[in-house]
Each structure stands twice: as structure tokens, then as C-alpha cells.
């Protein structure tokens, strides 16, 4: 059965198409947003990052938005693989720590 | 390619008993921090070092918890006397600038 306090929201895909997981934050003074990947049993996995005098910046297969005004990121995955398969979790960080978002449970459906 | 390891991977210990979780970061960086998941939850900063002092606490860093850079190389968390609640996944990271680099965790389970 599940256990206390898995509730992550579930975004289920088809292998091959694109993710949009997204992420809202708190603190308007963070000018650093991260997003990490954590497969089943291992830390967390860093993955991209952006400043907040950016609005889009790219990585490999990945894209990171930020929309300040509504204090939202988001990430893109494309051409989504089986190895995606993992919990995403946006985290900002406005001063000697990061502060990690609840978490999306990626599912990639072959 | 260098990486956070941290030992051991899981460490059973009865509730009042200390424990002490050891991490040796990625030998350039010169910050360190700790942080732990609950199961099932996010993951929650603990503490950050620089210069051999704590940068920043946060409230579930009570007088407890300690951390300690003994050598040049080993980075510890000390939990004096453990409760059940402290149950959870224990993470060390590392950073050189901003990005923080993680290791793979260690389990702690009170009983």
C-alpha cells in the first residue's frame, strides 16, 4: 500500500515525448534556481540551473524556464527516455542553503 | 569523475544512542552542508559550513546536532542522542560555487 506521505503529483509520458514539470517558489529574493533529478535510492541529482536575470536557458535535452512575475519554473525534457524515469525537484537558493520544492514523480511509459 | 561519498550507506541505532555520519566532499569545494529526507518527503536543509564555522541552521538543527570538518578531508554530523523522529535519509553535499553536488545518502534508522 502507499506509504505516509508519498504524495508527489504524477506526471505520466509516453517514451519519445516531451515533459513539462513544473515548479512554483517563495522567497521573491532568490536570484538561483536549481533543478535535481533523484532516481529511487540515490541523492539528488543536479541537472540545470538559472539566474534570475535569465528567462530560458538550455542543457542537453533539458530547457529551464523562469517566470519571475508568478515565481515559476519550469523544466522541459525532450524526447523523454527511460532513464528519466526519477523525482524532480526544483530547489532555489537565496543564501548559504537550497530550499527544494515538493517533488514530480516522472514516469516514462514505454 | 569526482563525488560526495558518504558512509556507512545505512546505520541502525537505538533512541538515545549518538551517531555520527561521515561524508568526504569533492576535494576542491570549500562548502558543505547536510540535509535529510523524510520518506516520501522533500528534502530539508540542515546545516552549511565554510571556513570551519556554520554559515546558516536551520530550526531542525537543535543543540543535537553538531557537525565537524576534523581533517582536510572528512566532513561529520553528530546527532547526540537520537529520537525516533530522526528517522530519515541523510544527505552531504558539496559545493565549490553555487551548484551543490550530493551524496548518495545515509539511511539512519532509530529504533
Known sequence: GESVGLH???LSVQEGDNSIINCAYSNSASDYFIW???ESGKGPQFIIDIRSNMDKRQGQRV???LNKTVKHLSLQIAATQ????????CAENPSYKLIFGSGTRLLVRP | EPEVTQTPSHQVTQ????VILRCVPISNHLYFYWYRQILGQKVEFLVSFYNN???EKSEIFDDQFSVERPDGSNFTLKIRSTKL??????FCAS???NIQYFGAGTRLSVL
Open chain 1, 8 to 10: 508527489l503529483p504524477t
Open chain 1, 36 to 38: 535535481y533529478k533523484q
Open chain 1, 63 to 65: 530547457t529551464v524556464l
Open chain 1, 82 to 89: 527511460p532513464g528519466d524515469s526519477a523525482v524532480y525537484f
Open chain 2, 15 to 18: 533512541m538515545g544512542q549518538e
Open chain 2, 53 to 55: 564555522e556554520i554559515s
Open chain 2, 85 to 90: 523522529e530522526d528517522s530519515a535519509m541523510y
Open chain 2, 95 to 97: 559545493s565549490g560555487s
